[in-house]
């Protein structure tokens, strides 16, 4: 960016929405075998969302899509439960850094590592904390949205506040529901409907 220049504002477009979803359709999406989700649940529609997530073209829409969803919350953080959030938050951190509101990225181990620290969450330097931060969690794919969820409890925990649930993809399945009951509002930017014929 220019020194001086005003930073570019970062507005997602109907156009990359839909190229977005034709790379999930291309690199991501499978139907019609059944096939055992991450929560237990078995469905005929599945997404594998890394080859999307660590394609640089899908990487770049996902970001720009996320900070568009997001403009206005405020963010000093962002991230979620490994591995689905690490490469949506780095590619976000990347991107805001570009059209000048950074946000940096982090993550919560599922179980707190056995050496070293011991820590559950990844990212922060040493003497910094999550006290009184504003942070978003991001998964990429929602079905019940326990992922998420443990994540925000984790954050939570270290004194933030989770300003928001951002998934690429909602499975529609009644996370939004848990999420409610969790005092967390989802905000998906695809959902299952996107990818049904």
Do not use: W
């Not at 050496?115 to 040493?126: I, K, V, Y």
């Amino acid at each position: 960016m220019v020194q001086g220049a005003a930073a570019p504002k970062i507005e997602a477009t109907a156009r990359e929405r839909d190229r977005l979803i034709n790379i999930i359709k291309t690199r991501s999406f499978q139907s019609g075998k059944e096939v055992t989700l991450a929560s237990g649940r078995s469905s005929t529609y599945y997404f594998n969302m890394k080859p999307t997530m660590l394609d640089a073209e899908g990487a770049y829409l996902i970001a720009t899509l996320i900070l568009d969803a997001i403009d206005g919350l405020n963010a000093n953080l962002i991230g979620g439960l490994e591995m689905g959030a690490v490469p949506i938050a780095s590619a976000v951190a990347a991107v805001s850094q570009n059209c000048g509101r950074p946000i940096a990225a982090f993550f919560v181990r599922k179980h707190p590592k056995d050496h070293g620290t011991r820590s559950l969450l990844e990212g922060l330097a040493t003497g910094e904390s999550l006290e009184g931060k504003k942070v978003v969690i991001v998964e990429d794919v929602t079905t019940t949205g326990g992922s998420a969820i443990k994540a925000a409890d984790a954050v939570r925990a270290e004194g933030a506040e989770v300003v928001r649930v951002v998934t690429v993809i909602d499975r529609q399945e009644g996370a939004a529901e848990a999420f409610d009951a969790a005092g967390l509002i989802l905000t998906p930017i695809l959902t299952l409907a996107d990818f049904k014929p």
